[in-house]
């Protein structure tokens, strides 16, 4: 049984056999997402490259094509796609939030940030230092490091919610103020009476999405390879291995 810090019975060592010199080099491994967390996070991911996609020709249309409107209904794909999308992400949010509660604790850590805990501020220097390439070795961590844990709240979590307030809000203008969308979400339009106003923070809302997603590639992908640790299989496979040899 691996030392490093985890959920009781999932931690174990992954033994590869030394042929040359018949010993077995143990790697901790350590069951940290559970498959409704990694069903949400690909279902999610998948939403939000359909969301951003269409919602850019949304906000910035292609030309007119000549013809009747029934043989060139493009632009009616494309809100259709996105609204299709916007319901997945809503109702996947939803359910995520459920299973913060029902989860392990590693499923909650995109809900809050523990800034009262004095070990988790000096991990956010460590890990800025790690990141900026003033440190020489990385801190192991099961879940979220605290700088990518700061990352997933404010620019996922809290954008998130925001472009899902927004979007229903504008989907509201159509749906009409005897929907259960106007409803829910028609008071976007007491704090902000411009529907415009409305659009502009929707479309911004997505700029940052998009940018949390491009750092969050290039985190994932150099953290698999710098800090010795599984990134990307983990959240396939819901196991996280540390790749530092250990003889045993």
Known sequence: MTDVPGSGKHNHFTGV???ADEKVIGRPTIYVYEAPVRLWHWV?????VVLAVTGYFIGSPPPAVGGEA???FYFGYIRFAHFAAGYVLAVGFLMRIYWGFVGNSHARQ????PFWNRTWRAGVLQELRWYM????????????NPLAQIAMFVMFTLFTIGMIVTGFALYSEGAGRDSWQYALFGWVFTL??????VHTLHHLGMWV?????IVHVYAAIREDIMSRQTMISTMISG???FRDERED
């Open 239 to 241: 196991e996280r291995q």
């Open 110 to 113: 995109i809900f809050y940030v």
């Open 192 to 197: 902000f009476p411009n529907s415009q106003d």
């Open 209 to 213: 999405i998009v940018t949390f997603v």
């Open 133 to 144: 390439f003033l440190a020489k070795e990385p801190k192991k961590y099961v879940g979220h």
């Open 44 to 48: 999610n991911a998948l939403s939000i």
């Open 17 to 19: 056999v030394d042929f």
């Open 70 to 72: 029934y043989d060139t």
